[in-house]
């Protein structure tokens, strides 16, 4: 009878580890590391991407695979990180006004490490990051991050369009937590979105242009608001190709919107995008006499782009591209 017991005890206890060893392969895997060693797959310590150096330079770069601790100074990044779900583990964040990033400035255990021109280089060295991510507007601090952690200088690249630069960056981020497969989904609209407005604006003219300090400047395809005119297919006619327009634009008076008679006038708040207290709505600097008496006004196609933190300080990010397209499909696919 003992001996029969034993066996039915032993029998038993055989089953219940079986049963233990097999539930660990049923867990999906949210990220690189936090399952694939229970996988049977091996997690690397760091990877090697893509990203830009010091002077905007393509470059390799040797990050920390599945960083636990992520230090951010661009919004774009930021937004990525978000929509890809890793934002708990962001440790410090530049200041914003973007309604839909307000969870990281008001996060008390989130530190305020500056904005995306200035770096707090203390706070950010407070922080402990594994990884620093950042924007063109701070490459002139690459080299001082770079002492505290591998940096993250992704941007936007004219000649492949918004919409690929996007994709692209979200898939390098991606890839350093072992996201790759979640890129697809994030993006999976945007094409039919841009071809939809695409159609619309064949054979339209446009003048694209930001109020800034109370005038107007005009934007060529070479920077902020060039979806417009490349990827949305406007024929932007505010500027000669061959100048350069792509930080604020080149000021241009009201007599040019007449004497250029666009069919459009696309019109982005700098001032507004960026917080400045107590300045001139651009609907009021631009609805004057003069531009009142064009065709684009009396048709009613002066459009105020109406996320323009998203334009100005995000472009690059998933949500900011969502919200840019919003501004467009509101405007024009009435």
């Known amino acids: 009878m003992k001996k029969i ?87 410090g964040s530049a200041s914003t006004t973007l309604d839909y990033l307000q969870g990281y400035v008001t996060n008390d255990s989130i530190a305020n490490l500056g904005t995306i021109k200035e770096a707090d280089l203390e706070a950010v060295m407070a922080c402990e990051p594994d990884v620093i991510f950042i924007g063109g507007r701070l490459s002139k601090s690459y080299d001082a991050l770079s002492e505290i952690a591998p940096v993250v200088f992704l941007s936007t690249d004219i000649e492949i369009g918004l919409v690929e630069s996007v994709r692209r960056n979200a898939s ?6 072992g996201l790759e497969g979640a890129v697809d989904g994030l993006m999976a609209d945007f094409d039919a979105r841009i071809a939809a407005l695409a159609a619309f604006a064949e054979s339209k003219t446009a003048i694209v242009g930001m109020c800034t300090s109370g005038g107007f400047n005009v934007l060529g ?7 417009i ?3 949305v297919g406007f024929e932007n006619i505010g500027v000669d190709a061959n100048i350069d327009t ?3 634009g080149n000021e241009a008076s009201f ?25 001139q709505l651009a609907k009021e600097i631009v609805e004057n006499e003069l531009v009142m008496g064009t065709a684009a006004y009396q048709n009613g196609n002066i459009v105020y782009l109406g996320h323009p933190a998203a334009w100005y300080t995000a472009e690059g990010g998933i949500t900011a591209l969502d919200l840019m397209l919003q501004d467009l499909e509101s405007a024009l696919l009435k």
């Open 255 to 279: 007599e040019f919107i007449v004497e250029k008679a666009p069919d459009y006038v696309f019109v982005m708040d700098r001032d507004a995008a960026i917080g400045t207290e107590g300045a």
């Open 5 to 91: 017991v034993s066996l039915m005890l032993a029998l038993a206890m055989v089953l219940s580890l079986a049963a233990c060893g097999g539930g660990a392969s049923d867990t999906p895997a949210t990220s690189g590391g936090e399952n694939a060693g229970t996988a049977g797959v091996a997690v690397p310590e760091s990877l090697t991407i893509r990203a830009l150096n010091a002077n905007g330079e393509q470059a390799e770069l040797e990050v920390p695979y599945d960083a636990q601790r992520i230090a951010v100074l661009d919004l774009a990044a930021l937004d990525i990180l978000d929509k890809l779900g890793l934002g708990e583990r962001v440790v």
């Open 229 to 231: 005119g490349r990827e």
């Open 172 to 177: 390098t981020i991606a890839s350093m937590f």
């Open 246 to 248: 792509s930080t604020h």
């Open 221 to 227: 395809n070479d920077g902020r608001c060039s979806l």
